[in-house]
């Protein structure tokens, strides 16, 4: 079974604020202490963890997906300068980064490029990085401060028609200081009917807005969702994780559904096998009510989203 983790971010220092990474220690502290009552102090969590989710040259990465049985991940930054301030380093210096790390791991790894759409000639470095650099997607993270629908997003999603290339989209939550007004999946309804041969990916089909996402993708056949970010839930509440990916399934079909993580973040939570494992090798004891036949979870775990990128069968991807 071709097994592809179609969300992954690479890290290094220097590369995401340490305000947003405070912010997301914040929610892991919070979490940690729904029972006690007494969050941990969340700078003290980070730099526990903060070593752990370095890895600019995709070695960990690789490492890890020989460990859960992955054949490919889609690799890319996330561009919050404009609202963090810049990092240390800048972004076009990291999807270069990304594009290094795809050509030292080229059958294991492709590469999408990471824009804030308001930043001075961002179109122009995303041409560079899809001609010159191979990357083949476009990732946008609209918690920065815009709306997926905004005019200075356009010229993006003509050049992703032009080199028939997605777009990913984050929809739903994101911790402070991003903002989760901009991510709802309805946002990415306008860009849908203006664009119906663009496709977009809304990824972690909207985390709790996935209701919003699914009405969406319902009625805009140009729109696909990636199950990363679920972890969380699938390790609370297991039974009520996959009737929502039955739901999905049934709304959508398997051929919209990708099978991903949010690593390295989402992967100190659940730990990259497990969450293959999880979706993989289902256990419905908890909800004897859900099933999926083998053909979904094979299209799910990794077919549609090679189809969708044209990546090539398991097998010339391993050679």
């Given at each position: 079974?071709?097994?592809?983790?179609?969300?992954?971010?690479?890290?290094?220092?220097?590369?995401?604020?340490?305000?947003?990474?405070?912010?997301?220690a914040?929610?892991?502290?919070?979490?940690m202490?729904?029972?006690?009552?007494?969050?941990?102090?969340?700078?003290?969590?980070?730099?526990?963890?903060?070593?752990?989710?370095?890895?600019?040259?995709?070695?960990?990465?690789?490492?890890a997906?020989?460990?859960?049985?992955?054949?490919?991940?889609?690799?890319?930054?996330?561009?919050?300068?404009?609202?963090?301030?810049?990092?240390?380093?800048?972004?076009?210096?990291?999807?270069?980064?990304?594009?290094e790390?795809?050509?030292?791991?080229?059958?294991?790894?492709?590469?999408?490029?990471?824009?804030?759409?308001?930043?001075?000639?961002?179109?122009?470095?995303?041409?560079?990085?899809?001609?010159e650099?191979?990357?083949?997607?476009?990732?946008?993270?609209p918690?920065?401060?815009?709306?997926?629908?905004?005019?200075?997003?356009?010229?993006?999603?003509?050049a992703?028609?032009?080199?028939?290339?997605p777009?990913?989209?984050?929809?739903?939550?994101?911790p402070?200081p991003?903002?989760?007004?901009?991510?709802?999946?309805?946002?990415?309804?306008?860009?849908?009917?203006?664009?119906?041969?663009?496709?977009?990916?809304?990824?972690?089909?909207?985390?709790?807005?996935?209701?919003?996402?699914?009405?969406?993708?319902?009625?805009?056949?140009?729109?696909?969702?990636?199950?990363?970010?679920?972890q969380?839930?699938?390790?609370?509440?297991?039974?009520?994780?996959?009737r929502?990916?039955?739901?999905?399934?049934?709304?959508?079909?398997?051929?919209?559904?990708f099978?991903?993580?949010?690593?390295?973040?989402?992967?100190?939570?659940?730990?990259?096998?497990?969450?293959?494992?999880?979706?993989?090798?289902?256990?419905?004891?908890?909800?004897?009510?859900?099933s999926?036949?083998?053909?979904?979870?094979?299209?799910?775990?990794?077919?549609?989203?090679?189809?969708?990128?044209?990546?090539?069968?398991?097998?010339?991807?391993?050679?």
């Amino acid at each position: 079974m071709l097994v592809v983790d179609s969300h992954v971010h690479l890290v290094d220092n220097g590369w995401v604020s340490d305000e947003m990474l405070l912010g997301m220690a914040r929610v892991a502290a919070a979490s940690m202490a729904k029972t006690t009552g007494q969050p941990l102090d969340a700078a003290v969590l980070l730099s526990g963890l903060k070593s752990g989710l370095v890895d600019p040259t995709g070695e960990k990465l690789v490492a890890a997906m020989d460990v859960a049985g992955v054949d490919v991940s889609c690799v890319f930054p996330v561009d919050y300068g404009l609202l963090t301030g810049e990092p240390g380093v800048p972004i076009d210096v990291q999807n270069r980064l990304i594009a290094e790390a795809v050509k030292r791991f080229p059958s294991r790894l492709v590469g999408f490029f990471a824009v804030d759409p308001r930043r001075p000639g961002s179109l122009d470095m995303f041409r560079r990085a899809v001609e010159e650099w191979g990357l083949r997607g476009l990732k946008l993270h609209p918690s920065v401060g815009y709306f997926p629908y905004d005019e200075v997003v356009y010229p993006l999603y003509e050049a992703c028609l032009e080199y028939k290339v997605p777009v990913l989209i984050h929809t739903g939550s994101q911790p402070a200081p991003a903002k989760s007004r901009f991510c709802r999946p309805m946002g990415v309804d306008d860009v849908a009917a203006d664009f119906p041969g663009l496709p977009i990916i809304m990824a972690h089909v909207g985390h709790n807005w996935y209701e919003e996402a699914l009405l969406v993708a319902g009625v805009k056949p140009n729109c696909y969702v990636d199950l990363s970010g679920w972890q969380r839930e699938y390790l609370e509440h297991p039974a009520a994780f996959y009737r929502v990916l039955r739901r999905v399934i049934d709304a959508i079909g398997p051929w919209r559904v990708f099978f991903g993580t949010d690593g390295p973040y989402l992967n100190v939570l659940c730990p990259l096998a497990q969450w293959v494992r999880a979706v993989r090798e289902p256990d419905l004891s908890g909800c004897p009510e859900v099933s999926f036949s083998p053909e979904e979870i094979e299209i799910v775990m990794g077919k549609a989203f090679a189809r969708l990128i044209g990546l090539p069968e398991a097998g010339a991807m391993a050679g």
